[in-house]
């Protein structure tokens, strides 16, 4: 079992920059691929990010990719999301997710296993 906190969440300007975390409980953070997924209000959820377990293998949705990174600190059981650049139809929930596969870097929301509760993130225009 995996326990995922998200924080870093907030109100920003239209090009401005936030970064997200997502610590996870647990001692084998190593063994998880994680992803960021994302919910506007009235529309699907979506794929943001992912990393593998080991973090040498990302992917990206094409609508963050060049202004969002995603980076996994593997000692801090920590995964984070640099967004920098930021719109307002980048505003929605943030979700973290962990998948059991370390080694895929999935865009499907079905193939992770663990959520967060989600972190707000509101762009101004």
């Known amino acids: 079992q995996v326990q995922l906190v998200e924080s870093g969440g907030g109100l920003v300007q239209t090009g401005g920059s936030l970064r997200l975390s997502c610590a996870a409980s647990?001692?084998?953070?190593?063994?998880?691929?994680m992803g960021w997924f994302r919910q506007a209000p009235g529309k699907e959820r979506e794929f943001v990010a992912a990393?593998?377990?080991?973090?040498?293998?990302?992917y990206y949705a094409d609508s963050v990719k060049g202004r969002f990174t995603i980076s996994r600190d593997n000692a801090k059981n920590t995964v984070y999301l640099q967004m920098n650049s930021l719109k307002p139809e980048d505003t929605a929930v943030y979700y973290c997710?962990?998948?059991?596969?370390?080694?895929?870097?999935?865009?499907?929301?079905?193939?992770?296993?663990?959520w967060g509760q989600g972190t707000q993130v509101t762009v101004s225009s």
């Open positions: 990393i593998s377990g080991s973090g040498g293998s990302t």
């Open positions: 647990g001692r084998t953070f190593s063994m998880y691929a």
């Open positions: 997710a962990a998948d059991k596969n370390r080694y895929r870097t999935s865009s499907s929301y079905s193939t992770y296993d663990y």
